[in-house]
């Protein structure tokens, strides 16, 4: 059973910052895509950040120039830092995976953004 434990989520003033973590117990070595996506109430799930092997990132409009996605191969870590965070920023943070073993995508439990002075 693959397992994604997320963290680093909380409450933060316009313009702070905040890493999200994602552990995976999955091998980096056997994962295709890490990913970070969010949902916001009443909105759809939308992508936010991935990286995919080797190293491709990509990024949601939105959010170019202010998050940054990366991950320890060591750890089997990925993580979102995200900087001058905005209101509209707040929302549902999930962590994402698709192996290259079985093709199948796996998503973590969630973690809330709030931004809000």
């Known amino acids: 059973q693959v397992q994604l434990v997320e963290s680093g989520g909380g409450l933060v003033q316009p313009g702070g910052s905040l890493r999200l973590s994602c552990a995976t117990s999955?091998?980096?070595?056997?994962?295709?895509?890490m990913g970070w996506y969010r949902q916001a109430p009443g909105k759809q799930r939308e992508l936010v950040a991935s990286i995919t092997r080797p190293s491709s990132t990509n990024y949601a409009d939105s959010v170019k120039g202010r998050f940054t996605i990366s991950r320890d191969n060591a750890k089997n870590t990925v993580y979102l830092q995200m900087n001058s965070l905005k209101p509209e920023d707040t929302a549902v943070y999930y962590c994402?995976?698709?192996?290259?073993?079985?093709?199948?995508?796996?998503w973590g439990q969630g973690t809330q953004v709030t931004v809000s002075s």
């Open positions: 994402n995976i698709r192996l290259l073993t079985n093709w199948n995508e796996y």
């Open positions: 999955e091998s980096i070595l056997n994962i295709y895509v």
